[in-house]
């Protein structure tokens, strides 16, 4: 025998111990899927093959194929790396390959078309028609004044939003609904389509109150190099008791009458905390007040003496400075069950840190070196101590020069079973008016399929039983259980799953962020579910009117998921434009995983 022949023989032999293993691997799909056959069952049957897709890719990475991803490679077939959208066809496929055969998927097996096609009808269902020349959907976090600014709204939806997202976790049901009413009346006027979704916002923990600092408002010009005023430092003098909501500048009250005797152009003199004279100026009166300015640097407090010649007034009172704790590596800080305002600490002064923490269930739950971690990770510490109303806290990682925890700042306790319930009764209004207004509604710190369980449950009791769900996963539990959570949700028509990469970071690890990501593209992609790709997606330029390069990289990445979350800023207008911009020249050349390999102009002249 020629050594050709034993060379064609040896690879024939090789190809068919590769099909073997292939087809061992199928067996363990078979079995897995027999397994939860109950499972399945129970979807809705719009998602019958979505779950049973996802149940055998589960099966196939139980396996380390990663020597069988280089041998198929080496013989240039496809590989099992693209195999999300449709499992079993893709092993069958290749097997067939391997053996010189004609593909054969056999009857009651999820072709590639409808794989791929099985994706974009649940991204459709639950985000609406897909925007022209764009593949990706926009979702925007509504701001606060969206509430009572219509235009805003409308430039939003004229901009490319897609989906716009009303946080449950501030506002009020006034303002969600004015929201959502001006968002449909924005897509009518626009003859466009805009979906809404509420935020449920969940059982986040944070900290409690510090005891406030001196009632003082700073108030400083812009200067030059050589310490010239170039612009004044403005304030804004109003009746006490009548200060405006949401102005720019400082509000000081004063008396009402004395406030009524000023003119444009007329002086007042005052000393401030320092001692220092200084002297305001009276620029003009509108509807808010009186607007003044000073050319110096000056300190206001409750109770400053304002003279306008012989006539005076004083300051009235002034919001306190908030106040923060100041802590270091080996510090220790005392959380406590106690809600009074404690007073604020700093590294190296006598006594401990305390803060508070109002939710109950958090002192009966942590335990000696449960992780905590304050601020979004400003501050890392392990518990060292448990007590019936406080746990003590030793910080084990924090900046260089000391982290400063204030009142109203995160606290993840990613070790911690806390036992919280998803919603309470507080979260009625928002879930009456989700039913009434969204068309989908985000769970948020989700950690258990239970969890889904209950909220379908509440849905069903309100007659919402076609709003869309959207599984935020922001915590380690809800990430281990994402395959058991996908299922007991695709009991509903209409699902999407979050990765919600802020508090994601902060529970798992910013190290880990990155592959956690992939994981849960992979898995979302297998069982046909649509994922929204958030925080911080060109967040600078949203705040700044500047994108930093890295964000840039990251919008365009987010191609590969079905809808990119922007947050609010000033800027925000901008932020969708640049992004919806990003997304329709990446549509062209990625599409999930697969490079689509348009021609590249860009090196014609070659």
């Keep these: 025998m020629s050594k050709r022949s034993i060379d064609a023989s040896a690879a024939r032999a090789s190809d068919e111990e590769l099909a073997r293993q292939l087809a061992l691997i199928e067996d363990g799909l078979h079995r897995l899927a027999d397994e939860?056959?109950?499972?399945i069952s129970e979807v809705h049957p719009v998602h019958a093959w979505d779950a049973l897709n996802l149940i055998h890719y589960v099966a196939l990475r139980r396996h380390d194929v990663r020597r069988l991803q280089w041998q198929l490679t080496r013989r240039g077939l496809s590989s099992l790396g693209r195999s999300e959208p449709y499992v079993l066809a893709t092993l069958r496929a290749t097997m067939s390959a391997l053996r010189g055969e004609r593909p054969v998927l056999g009857e009651g097996v999820l072709n590639f078309e409808g794989g791929r096609a099985a994706l974009d009808t649940n991204t459709d269902r639950l985000f609406g028609p897909r925007p022209p020349s764009r593949v990706v959907r926009i979702m925007v976090t509504l701001p606060s004044e969206a509430a009572g600014d219509y235009c805003l709204v409308r430039r939003l939806v004229a901009g490319g939003m897609d989906v716009a997202r009303i946080n449950g976790a501030h506002d009020d049901p006034d303002a969600w609904r004015a929201m959502a009413d001006s968002v449909r009346k924005a897509a009518a006027e626009l003859g466009t389509e805009c979906r809404i979704a509420m935020d449920l916002p969940g059982p986040k923990l944070r900290t409690g109150a510090l005891e406030g600092g001196p009632q003082i408002v700073r108030l400083r010009p812009v200067r030059d190099i050589r310490g010239v005023p170039l612009t004044p430092a403005p304030l804004l003098l109003t009746a006490v008791d009548a200060a405006p909501a949401g102005s720019d500048l400082p509000v000081v009250p004063v008396e009402a009458a004395w406030l009524a005797r000023r003119h444009p152009g007329e002086g007042v003199v005052l000393r401030d905390t320092r001692g220092s004279k200084r002297t305001m100026t009276i620029v003009d009166a509108s509807a808010l007040g009186v607007r003044a300015h000073v050319l110096d640097t000056t300190y206001l407090e409750t109770g400053t003496v304002l003279s306008a010649g012989d006539d005076d007034t004083a300051v009235g009172p002034l919001p306190h400075v908030p106040r923060h704790h100041l802590l270091k590596t080996g510090d220790r800080l005392v959380v406590c069950r106690d809600t009074a305002p404690q007073p604020a600490w700093q590294h190296g002064q006598a006594g401990e840190a305390r803060?508070?923490?109002?939710?109950?269930?958090?002192?009966?739950?942590?335990?000696?070196?449960?992780?905590?971690?304050?601020?979004?990770?400003?501050?890392?510490?392990?518990v060292e101590e448990v007590g019936a109303d406080e746990f003590g806290v030793r910080i084990v990682e924090s900046p260089p020069q000391g982290g400063r925890l204030r009142a109203e700042k995160g606290i993840n306790l990613p070790d911690t079973r806390l036992p919280l319930p998803l919603f309470t009764e507080a979260?009625?209004?928002?879930?009456?008016?989700?039913?009434?207004?969204?068309?989908?509604?985000?769970?948020?710190?989700?950690r258990h399929e239970e969890d889904v369980d209950l909220i379908r449950h509440e849905l069903h009791s309100l007659g919402a039983d076609e709003l869309g769900l959207v599984l935020k996963i922001e915590t380690g539990p809800a990430f281990e259980r994402l395959p058991e959570i996908l299922l007991h949700a695709m009991r509903s028509e209409r699902v999407g799953v979050m990765i919600a990469r802020g508090d994601l970071a902060v529970e798992a690890g910013y190290e880990r962020l990155a592959e956690l990501q992939e994981e849960m593209l992979w898995l979302c992609e297998a069982a046909h579910v649509p994922v929204i790709w958030a925080t911080e997606v060109l967040d600078q330029l949203a705040r700044t009117g500047r994108p930093s390069r890295a964000e840039v990289t990251d919008a365009a990445m987010s191609q590969r998921a079905e809808c990119v979350m922007l947050n609010k800023g000033p800027h925000i207008v901008?932020?969708?434009?640049a992004l919806d911009d990003i997304l329709r020249r990446m549509a062209g050349h990625q599409r999930k995983k697969i490079p689509l390999l348009r021609p590249l102009r860009s090196f014609a002249d070659l």
């Design 36 to 39: 939860h056959r109950a499972d």
């Design 355 to 382: 803060i508070s923490c109002a939710l109950e269930a958090v002192f009966g739950a942590v335990e000696i070196d449960d992780r905590v971690i304050f601020d979004d990770g400003l501050l890392y510490g392990v």
């Design 427 to 446: 979260d009625g209004p928002l879930l009456r008016l989700a039913a009434e207004k969204a068309d989908m509604l985000s769970l948020s710190f989700l």
């Design 574 to 577: 901008a932020a969708i434009e």
